[in-house]
């Protein structure tokens, strides 16, 4: 009840075009859900998270859209671009537990 | 900038070795973590701290230890490193509140000979 499902596992994306990745999660008492980005060599990033109250958030062209009733929640990339290219993981808890993460989606956009 | 620092990119040590691995904050967070990463696998939450001398394990503690003297460093201990321990380590902490936004180190690279 702990995990948290993450799709695709890699994707490959032309310049421009909207990335998507996917998370699914079991535990209802999870309310908060980040997504964070990792590029080689570096640790991972806080990108952009959101709460179960709002179905949508965006900060520039990242967007998480959320659902509640399906317990999914997503990551799209408007306009990707190569620097974009990355691993990204989605996550969640709630309260003070620490976060579960998903298994991460290694994103290429290509020129 | 603050940050969190792990004091060494790669190591390379032989098994049976007792390995540490440094971790030190400058944010004055109270809670501090540490996964591996592996391909495939993700983050897996070895041990985290929610304050000076306390220690709680996570999902994957077989072979470790951890110890926190002092609220900015967490150190992680392999009694005697095995090759499966083979793994990219990332120590992460966090503010009191609720455990949310850790903030990453870049990772030690460890491999097990």
């Known amino acids: 009840q702990q995990q948290v499902k993450q799709s695709p596992q890699s994707l490959i994306v032309q310049k421009g075009g909207i990335s998507i990745i996917n998370c699914a999660y079991e535990?209802?008492?999870?309310?908060?859900f980040p997504w964070y980005q990792q590029f080689p060599g570096k640790g991972p990033a806080l990108l952009i998270a959101i709460r179960p109250d709002v179905s949508e958030k965006k900060e520039g062209r990242f967007t998480i859209s959320f659902n509640k009733s399906a317990k999914q929640f997503s990551l799209h990339i408007m306009d990707s671009q190569p620097g974009d290219s990355a691993t990204y993981f989605c996550a969640a808890n709630s309260g003070y537990s620490t976060l579960t993460f998903g298994k991460g989606t290694m994103l290429l956009v290509s020129p | 900038d603050v940050k969190v620092t792990q004091s060494s990119r790669y190591l390379v040590k032989r098994t049976g070795e007792k390995v540490f691995l440094e971790c030190v904050q400058d944010m004055d967070h109270e809670n501090m973590f540490w996964y591996r990463q592996d391909p495939g696998l993700g983050l897996r939450l070895i041990y985290f701290?929610?304050?000076?001398?306390?220690?709680e394990k996570g999902d994957i503690p077989e072979g470790y230890s951890v110890s926190r003297e002092k609220k900015e460093r967490f150190s992680l201990i392999l009694e005697s490193a095995s090759t499966n321990q083979t793994s990219m380590y990332l120590c992460?902490?966090?503010?009191?509140?609720?455990?949310?936004?850790?903030?990453f180190g870049s990772g030690t690279r460890l491999t097990v000979v």
């Open positions: 535990n209802t008492a999870f309310d908060y």
């Open positions: 992460a902490s966090s503010t009191d509140q609720g455990m949310r936004g850790y903030t």
């Open positions: 701290s929610y304050d000076v001398k306390m220690k």
